[in-house]
């Protein structure tokens, strides 16, 4: 299929059919896993125009592979975008794509809520490149423009944020972006292709860690950007050369997961909503971080820019992180690790998962409480989600 013939499919069938509408090897019904490194060619004029890019093929799996490319055409589609390439890890993606488009004397704007990782080469590695970043007050928009207007070649952008759920409006900051010429970046991560598209809003790029929802089961690992064709091409020549490829084991996982991408956040969803619903009407739950809710503050924008809210939420205790303590491992069916987005519930403070690399003061200056739960809630039955979650709150 080209890619006009997608534009009236629905995300649920184009996560199982994008990049796999033609026939592969023998005839095999699934996407082969492609194991081998380099591919032979008998003729010395068409490896030269395969190596060139002048013509289809694959010489070295650094560079491309058919497994993966199977996985970059499904996440194209999903997105809506001219082109995208893989990378070996949602950090590479980020860190890769950063590096690749910026250079020493330009000028980043961003937010202060973004990802540990992501809030770590904004303050630590961009800066020793001699490239001023301007992080502001995520729920500050008109803050968030001006810096804007001051200069700005990368306005980065993360809705909802990682792990206060903070909602971006991506209409005007995208607008206000363009309008300084910058190059849009938008963490999609927690909204997934299902709940939100930013190049719908005029996002040039669109990045995910895939080792999340994308996946969907914990066993893998990679990240994507999405977006305009020659900005992809530009990162992916960076990428070549930085060796932070995906391999085809870890795409052929992702490809499997991708399948189900639809009806797990639809599920996803759903008990979200209702855990948020239940944890802020709990006499020991102080606030509930979650755009879904009415009384969310970026419930409204959510409404206007997501198609639905995303299986992420956060919440936080009165007893501060000694309620922590004390919540966490009495959670039955709730993995305590450093993850979201799998099948499975997985809750942590952000001390030790989203922002492990920042100090208590940092997270405190990021408006994210010692107190505070981020929870990827999953697919399991609603009822047994929430009744967990009240035992394990009546034993604080």
């Given at each position: 299929m080209t890619k006009q013939n997608w534009q009236n499919i629905s995300q649920s069938t184009k996560a199982v059919w994008a990049g796999e509408t033609e026939p592969f090897f023998e005839g095999c019904a699934q996407v082969p896993i492609v194991n081998s490194v380099s591919y032979s060619h008998d003729d010395m004029d068409h490896w030269f125009e395969v190596a060139t890019g002048k013509r289809k093929g694959h010489i070295y799996s650094r560079n491309t592979n058919p497994t993966v490319q199977v996985f970059e055409e499904k996440m194209r589609v999903l997105e809506?975008?001219?082109?995208?390439?893989?990378?070996?890890?949602?950090?590479a993606a980020i860190s890769n794509t950063l590096f690749a488009l910026l250079s020493p004397g330009q000028r980043v704007v961003s937010v202060k809520d973004t990802y540990g990782g992501t809030s770590f080469v904004f303050l630590e590695h961009l800066p020793r490149f001699g490239i001023e970043v301007s992080l502001c007050e995520t729920n500050d928009i008109e803050a968030?423009?001006?810096?804007?207007?001051?200069?700005?070649?990368?306005?980065?952008l993360e809705t909802?944020?990682?792990?206060?759920?903070?909602?971006?409006?991506?209409?005007?900051?995208?607008?206000?972006?363009?309008?300084?010429?910058?190059?849009?970046?938008?963490?999609?991560?927690?909204?997934?292709?299902?709940?939100?598209?930013?190049?719908?809003?005029?996002?040039?790029?669109?990045?995910?860690?895939?080792?999340?929802?994308?996946?969907?089961?914990s066993d893998a690992m990679g990240g994507i950007i999405c977006g305009r064709a020659d900005l992809v091409k530009q990162v992916y020549s960076f990428r070549e050369i930085n060796g932070a490829a995906l391999d085809a084991n870890s795409a052929y996982l992702l490809l499997?997961?991708?399948?189900?991408?639809?009806?797990?956040?639809?599920?996803?969803?759903?008990?979200?909503m209702a855990l948020a619903e239940f944890l802020m009407n709990h006499k020991k739950v102080e606030n509930v971080f979650y755009p879904g809710l009415e009384s969310d503050p970026g419930h409204e924008v959510a409404k206007g820019q997501m198609k639905g809210f995303s299986g992420m939420l956060g919440f936080s205790l009165k007893g501060g992180f000694d309620d922590v303590r004390k919540l966490?491992?009495?959670?039955?069916?709730?993995?305590?690790?450093?993850?979201?987005?799998?099948?499975e519930t997985i809750v942590g403070p952000p001390r030790t998962t989203s922002h492990v690399e920042l100090n208590e003061a940092q997270r405190a200056e990021l408006g994210i409480p010692e107190s505070m739960v981020r929870c990827s809630v999953g697919i399991e039955d609603i009822e047994d989600i929430i009744?967990?979650?009240?035992q394990a709150l009546d034993k604080i």
């Open positions: 809506d975008a001219e082109a995208a390439t893989s990378f070996s890890t949602g950090m968030i423009k001006a810096e804007i207007k001051k200069g700005c070649d990368l306005l980065y909802p944020t990682n792990p206060t759920m903070k909602v971006l409006d991506l209409k005007k900051l995208i607008a206000a972006g363009k309008a300084q010429g910058a190059v849009v970046m938008v963490d999609n991560t927690f909204a997934t292709p299902i709940n939100q598209n930013p190049i719908e809003f005029g996002a040039d790029l669109v990045v995910h860690s895939a080792t999340k929802f994308i996946g969907g089961h499997r997961g991708l399948k189900t991408l639809k009806l797990r956040i639809d599920q996803q969803n759903s008990n979200a966490l491992p009495n959670l039955r069916f709730a993995h305590r690790a450093a993850h979201l987005g799998g099948v009744e967990d979650f009240a």
